[in-house]
């Protein structure tokens, strides 16, 4: 249940261009989502360069 609602922020963030917080167990990623699928998000973060997250990975978001 938590994924889908993570892959609805994560599509606002993607439509929006608002940037967003992974939490991820020990780290955290800020950026914008460049790209959305049914298994990962793909961020734009500092200095251009991109990030892939596998959803399932995800233990929470916030809107940055």
Request: with cysteine; charged share 20%.
């Amino acid at each position: 249940m938590h994924q889908s609602f993570f892959f609805d922020l994560l599509n606002n963030s993607r439509l929006e261009q608002v940037p967003v917080n992974i939490f991820l167990t020990n780290h955290l990623i800020s950026g914008i989502v460049a790209d959305l699928n049914n298994y990962s998000v793909e961020l734009r973060i500092d200095g251009g360069k991109r990030c892939i997250v596998a959803l399932d990975r995800i233990e929470a978001i916030s809107i940055a």
